[in-house]
């Protein structure tokens, strides 16, 4: 059966990405920061990898600690947000923003360069970034949000660029969108259920080949470019 590893899988879109795959029988890494407290995970049976994304030594060492494992599937689904205040210039917070670009962009990309030798032995590699509508620039009308909005833009600069690398070893990048889904992150007025978003990003995750590498593709399929200019319909 294939194997994937995922990010920030002890909650949100990272566990029930963990979930899905466990049962359809596909091997997973789940990664977290803290296993002992990630009990939801502890009753998958899936091999549990500490990984906090601000540790870069630590992801080369978890990098390392797959050595030999090939990996069909990697997903860079960890991600922090500003919190709750995030209305203009009074939700910055510097120490928090420069965590934010360390988990959101140099994470994936460290993970995802650790892990080259291991997509490669697959025989259908696909690597991906859970990217959002908050990191199209076309879509803010509003000031605030800067830790979470600078960067997922940066996010997903580094999938195209990510996908620009793995072109000569055919290993598919791209960046999906998961819509705005109830998760700590999303909120509980978030219209998506967690099980849908999933579901349907794997269906997209099943046809990714290198046709559509450095493509931002919504949860339904939809290319949505990378200049956004109209609003998506939830
Ligand atoms: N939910 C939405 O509406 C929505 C919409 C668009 C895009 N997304 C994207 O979807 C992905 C998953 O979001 P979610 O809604 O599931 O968020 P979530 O419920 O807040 O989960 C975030 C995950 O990231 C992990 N994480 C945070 N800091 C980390 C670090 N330093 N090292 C390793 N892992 C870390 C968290 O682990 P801890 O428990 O240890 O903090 C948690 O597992 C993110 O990339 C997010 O930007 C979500």
Same mark, same amino acid.
């Given at each position: 059966m294939p194997t994937v590893v995922v990010t920030g899988?002890?909650?949100g879109l990272g566990l029930e990405f963990a979930k899905q795959y466990k049962s359809d029988g596909w091997k997973v890494f789940a990664c977290c920061r803290n296993p002992e407290a990630a009990t939801e995970l502890a009753q998958l049976d899936v091999s549990v990898c500490v990984l906090d994304l601000l540790d870069f030594p630590a992801i080369e060492n978890f990098t390392n600690s797959l050595d030999g494992e090939t990996v069909d599937l990697l997903i860079n689904n960890a991600a922090v947000h500003d919190g709750t205040a995030v209305e203009g210039f009074s939700g910055i917070e510097e120490n928090n923003w420069v965590k934010g670009f360390k988990v959101n962009v140099m994470g994936p990309v460290l993970v995802t360069k650790g892990l080259i030798k291991n997509l490669s032995a697959s025989e259908n590699p696909v690597a991906a970034t859970i990217g959002s =509508? &908050?990191?199209?620039? =076309?879509? #803010?009308?509003?000031?605030?949000t800067y830790l979470y909005r600078t960067t997922k833009a940066a996010a997903h600069a580094a999938s195209v660029i990510l996908a620009n690398d793995l072109k000569e070893r055919n290993i598919p990048y791209v960046c999906l969108r998961p819509g705005h889904t109830k998760t700590d992150m999303g909120g509980?007025?978030?219209? #998506? &259920?967690i099980d849908d978003s999933v579901a349907l990003m794997r269906q997209v995750l099943a046809k990714v080949d290198m046709e559509l590498t450095g493509c931002f593709i919504d949860r339904n399929g939809d290319l949505i470019p990378w200049s956004l200019d109209q609003d998506l319909n939830y």
């Open positions: 899988a002890n909650r =509508q &908050e990191g199209c620039l =076309q879509t #803010y009308n509003t000031g605030g509980r007025d978030a219209p #998506y &259920e």
